[in-house]
């Protein structure tokens, strides 16, 4: 069953015979964009998360244009080590909240690979990289995943 929200924000819900899977995918606006365009973004899936039951696994991932950083002192539990990032844009910051709101942990951010297997956006001039789309899952379940990295393609 599948829900879609607005034009940047989907949800699913999978059963299955144990434990069902809430997943919230979404696409954010820009880091440029208004405030007033964010606040409205993150909205949506507060509403959805909101929504979903509580004994789900909740799965939010999607291009969030956030940049998150690697010192996860502030947000133990929200953020692992190993993020392409030495600090959050505020997209990031946004995502960091969101997640630290609804219990997530940002699953890219767990799991040491080469910076190469990080980034998920190169600029056209192929001298920016960076790692702007994200996993994440309930923070009972972050050690479910296995692996998360980003495989590079033929663009």
Not at 42 to 62: A, M, N, R, V, W
Not at 105 to 122: S, V
């Amino acid at each position: 069953m599948y829900n879609p929200v607005s034009e940047r924000v989907l949800a699913a819900r999978i059963h299955s015979k144990h434990i069902n899977v809430s997943v919230v995918v979404g696409y954010a606006p820009t880091e440029d964009s208004d405030t007033g365009v964010k606040d409205d973004f993150y909205q949506q899936p507060t509403d959805t998360f909101d929504e979903l039951p509580g004994h789900d696994i909740k799965i939010l991932l999607g291009d969030f244009n956030a940049r998150v950083t690697s010192d996860n002192s502030a947000w133990p539990g929200v953020l692992g080590r190993h993020s392409l990032h030495s600090s959050s844009n505020d997209n990031g910051r946004r995502l960091i909240d969101f997640c630290a709101m609804h219990g997530l942990t940002i699953g890219g951010t767990m799991f040491q690979h080469r910076d190469i297997h990080k980034g998920t956006w190169l600029s056209p001039d192929g001298r920016t990289v960076t790692q702007i789309d994200h996993v994440c899952i309930t923070t009972k379940w972050a050690r479910s995943l296995l692996d998360v990295k980003s495989c590079r393609g033929a663009d």
